[in-house]
């Protein structure tokens, strides 16, 4: 069973749709066994890093989410709190990846929305896809370029689209929003 982790953020049900348009059958869910008996953890979230980390800390579900062994995929702001540190409201993340999330300078349209495609990419998720590709990307913060850093797009300036350390995996942008080219990073981490 395929768990995604239910906190206070949003676009969890798209991302559940997304997966069962693939083929796979998946829980909501905030229990602690749940999340540690699932095949796989999806850690989605659209909001904002403070108060999701508050909720995350209230839950106890930092200590769980930081003690998977499974594969894990954080999407957009799951990606952001698997960081060290957000400049959004000065907020202590998780620390899986050793890198920290700035604010878009405001020298273009802040937040970057809509597609995007890739500097650079290698790993596991982008099995069969191509930096020419586009994913779909809502962010105002993104994730600095780091040793983790599996995946770049450039927007105002080179950042992190994708990251991975150990069973942690990672997209800045929406692979449930991102048609095919999204499905196939999706299943790719489902297939891990």
Same mark, same amino acid.
């Given at each position: 069973m395929i768990a995604i982790v239910k906190y206070n953020a949003g676009n969890i049900r798209s991302v559940q749709n997304a997966i069962? =348009?693939?083929?796979?059958?998946?829980?909501?869910?905030? &229990?602690?066994?749940?999340? =540690?008996?699932? $095949?796989?953890?999806v850690f989605p979230g659209v909001g904002e890093a403070s108060s999701a980390m508050n909720c995350l800390r209230r839950q106890g579900l930092d200590t769980v989410i930081l003690s998977?062994?499974?594969?894990?995929? !954080?999407? +957009? *702001? !799951?990606?952001?709190?698997?960081?060290?540190?957000?400049?959004? #409201? &000065?907020?202590?993340?998780? !620390?899986? @990846? &050793?890198a920290r999330v700035r604010l878009f300078p405001p020298v273009d349209k802040v937040p970057h929305m809509g597609w995007n495609n890739f500097l650079t990419l290698k790993g596991d998720l982008f099995r069969g896809v191509g930096i020419e590709e586009d994913v779909y990307f809502v962010h105002s913060y993104y994730p600095e370029i780091? $040793?983790?850093?599996?995946?770049? +797009? &450039? /927007?105002?300036?080179? @950042? $992190?689209?994708?990251?991975? =350390?150990? #069973?942690? /995996?990672?997209?800045? @942008?929406?692979?449930?929003?991102s048609a095919l080219?999204?499905?196939?990073? *999706?299943k790719n981490f489902l297939e891990l």
């Open positions: 069962a =348009r693939l083929g796979y059958e998946s829980l909501i869910t905030d &229990d602690p066994e749940e999340l =540690r008996k699932a $095949s796989k953890v998977l062994e499974q594969p894990v995929l !954080g999407i +957009c *702001l !799951g990606l952001q709190l698997l960081c060290s540190h957000s400049e959004e #409201n &000065d907020t202590e993340c998780l !620390g899986v @990846f &050793d780091s $040793s983790a850093t599996t995946a770049t +797009c &450039d /927007y105002i300036l080179p @950042f $992190s689209a994708a990251m991975q =350390r150990g #069973n942690f /995996y990672a997209t800045q @942008f929406h692979p449930e929003k080219t999204g499905d196939r990073i *999706l």
